[in-house]
Nanobody, 124 residues
Framework: QVQLVESGGGLVQAGGSLRVSCAAS????????MAWFRQAPGKERDFVAA????????SYADSVKGRFTISRDNAKNTMYLQMNSLKPEDTAVYYC?????????????????WGQGTQVTVSS
């Protein structure tokens, strides 16, 4: 079993920056690929970014490409999402997810474990 706990969400003005973290425990962190998804009220859960087991391969949604950076520290069992140039449309609950495979994936059905989410609110 894997437990994922997000932290670092909050309120920020448009144009600002925020970093959210995902701490993992349980199954070997370095053997899993990880991702961030987000869900705004009344909308589906959307892919944001993914990273493979080593951190050597990443993937981003077009809406965040060039503004967000996903990374991981396998020694600390932690994944990060650095968010810059934030926009009001980035407002959502951000979820951390893990899958029992080494490669990245962009669909939520591909992920086996989920965190409880952390709220990110960007004011205009």
């Amino acid at each position: 079993q894997v437990q994922l706990v997000e932290s670092g969400g909050g309120l920020v003005q448009a144009g600002g920056s925020l970093r959210v973290s995902c701490a993992a425990s349980g199954r070997t962190f370095s053997s899993m690929s990880m991702a961030w998804f987000r869900q705004a009220p009344g909308k589906e859960r959307d892919f944001v970014a993914a990273i493979n087991w080593s951190g050597g391969r990443t993937s981003y949604a077009d809406s965040v490409k060039g503004r967000f950076t996903i990374s991981r520290d396998n020694a600390k069992n932690t994944m990060y999402l650095q968010m810059n140039s934030l926009k009001p449309e980035d407002t959502a609950v951000y979820y951390c997810a893990a899958r029992r495979y080494l490669t990245v994936a962009a669909h939520p059905d591909e992920y086996n474990y989920w965190g409880q989410g952390t709220q990110v609110t960007v004011s205009s």
